[in-house]
């Protein structure tokens, strides 16, 4: 498994999460707010905004079962790949960084004292080979 494929996993949590944030701002979208007080006259019913929200809702909500399944299948990948690894130090950055999301910095924060961001960073990529 490559760098990039293993990135591909962050990528896509990135767009659940973005996904989800779209999918709640149609839902507050949809809810009936307050009637307009402008005085001003409107055409009723030349538009239909809660009926193509509830569309939109409908199509990003199955967007969001697909990139959910996708995320639980790159997971799936990346924990097999952490169990190949023999050591344990570098099993444990390979969890941090690619399974929690941590940055170079905080996983080797985490690790301990003796850690350097730019230490763990070489140590997953000379185990990937993309060094």
């Known amino acids: 498994m490559t760098l990039k494929e293993i990135s591909r996993y962050s990528e896509l949590r990135e767009r659940l999460w ?4 779209l ?7 949809i809810r009936p707010g307050s009637p307009s007080m402008s005085g001003m006259p409107s055409t ?10 509830a569309v939109e809702i409908a199509d990003l909500s199955e967007r969001i079962k ?3 399944e996708e995320i639980r299948q790159e997971e799936q990948r990346i924990k097999e790949l952490i ?3 023999n ?3 570098l099993r444990m950055i ?3 960084k690619f399974l929690r999301g941590l ?3 905080q996983t080797a924060e985490t690790m301990g004292e003796k850690y350097t961001e730019e230490g763990v960073r070489k140590m997953c990529y000379r185990h990937l080979g993309d060094e």
């Open 94 to 96: 390979f969890r941090l």
């Open 103 to 105: 940055t170079w910095m």
């Open 23 to 29: 999918l709640r701002s149609f839902q507050e979208a």
């Open 18 to 21: 973005r996904a989800e944030e």
């Open 66 to 68: 697909y990139l959910k």
């Open 44 to 53: 009723p019913g030349i538009k239909d905004k809660v009926g193509d929200l």
């Open 87 to 89: 050591d344990e130090r």
């Open 83 to 85: 169990e190949s690894v």
